[in-house]
């Protein structure tokens, strides 16, 4: 059965500030990743999975974004007139995707507050957030399992990852219940960016929620968190542990994801979606086994 979730909530309003100076005049999630923003991977994973209404919470870079999915009839005209009709699709791709509708968040008081920005758009229905900057490989589907998860128990659900001990204060970090669902846990608490030393497990939250309309009137008595801002994991933790609309799920994920707002992640996404397409693959192999070679 088909899930009634059509809405996705792209939140793309952060400073990227570990992406400076690239990310000064232009918004992280429009780094490119081999060919394409960032950004399209993501509003294409949400479209393959049944969402089409796509709202995006912009930030003070927004043009980019907006232009990315909108008509280019200077670029089209001079790809059709070049009978560049490949590069015309490459371009019209984004267009076609999906229902783009935006909305300004101000100032970028945190990712609760981001989402808070959709209430008006989404109203009273179950909806997903996908984090501009967060890909999921399209070979490891998660937000799929999520919707079905949350329209089989009526509840909020989480993707959660297992991360290294010492990366715990990137992240909302979980303490879990079994249900005896395989990877599908009850959430019993949540806690933003601990120490390694305090963290309750090495579960962390990561960048796709489904979340029941509920966490909007959460969202707005939450109290600026962890960095002064308003914490989308304080709300679920309130959610979680008042077991408020039917409480929180979380879903382990182990498939391949890359967080492009951090270096490191964002070079190893470009080389893995590289090395799997048949145009590059072969070439950036051959060198980078070459480049292995060379190293002293
Ligand atoms: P991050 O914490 O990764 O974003 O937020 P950031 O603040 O842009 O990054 P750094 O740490 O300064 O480099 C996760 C997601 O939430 C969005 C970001 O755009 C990103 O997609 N976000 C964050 C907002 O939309 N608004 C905010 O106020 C904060």
Not at 10 to 36: N, Q, Y
Not at 159 to 170: G, S
Not at 173 to 181: F, K, L, Q, S, Y
Not at 269 to 288: H, K
């Amino acid at each position: 059965m088909s899930s009634h979730i059509t809405k996705a909530v792209i939140p793309a309003a952060g400073l990227g500030t570990r992406f400076l100076p690239a990310t000064k005049a232009m918004p992280k999630e429009m780094l490119p990743v081999v060919d394409k923003p960032a950004i399209q991977y993501v509003v294409e994973e949400a479209v393959r999975n049944g969402l089409t209404d796509v709202l995006m919470i912009t930030g003070r870079n927004k043009n980019a974004l907006e232009n990315h999915f909108d008509n280019a009839p200077e670029l089209e005209s001079a790809l059709r007139q070049k009978g560049d009709s490949s590069r015309l699709a490459s371009v019209e791709q984004s267009t076609d995707l999906a229902d783009m509708h935006y909305v300004r968040q101000g100032e970028p008081r945190g990712l609760g507050h981001a989402v808070l920005r959709s209430k008006m758009h989404v109203g009273n229905e179950s909806f997903a957030v996908l984090l501009g900057d967060d890909l999921i490989d399209e070979r490891d589907n998660i937000l799929g399992p999520m919707i079905a998860a949350h329209d089989a128990h009526h509840a909020s659900v989480v993707a959660l990852m297992e991360v290294p001990r010492d990366m715990t204060d990137h992240y909302g970090i979980a303490t879990i219940d079994d249900i005896g669902e395989g990877d599908v846990v009850r959430i019993v608490d949540l806690v933003e960016k601990p120490d390694p030393k305090d963290a309750p497990s090495n579960l962390a939250v990561i960048g796709r929620y489904v979340l029941r309309p509920e966490i909007y009137g959460i969202l707005e008595n939450t109290e600026p968190g962890k960095g002064n801002e308003i914490q989308l994991t304080d709300a679920l933790r309130h959610m979680a542990t008042n077991n408020i609309a039917g409480g929180v799920l979380g879903i382990v994920f182990r498939g391949r994801r890359y967080d492009t707002g951090d270096k490191l992640d964002y070079i190893k996404a470009i080389v893995r979606l590289a090395l799997q397409r048949p145009d590059l693959g072969p070439a950036l192999e051959n060198w980078l086994d070459d480049e292995a070679h060379r190293r002293p």
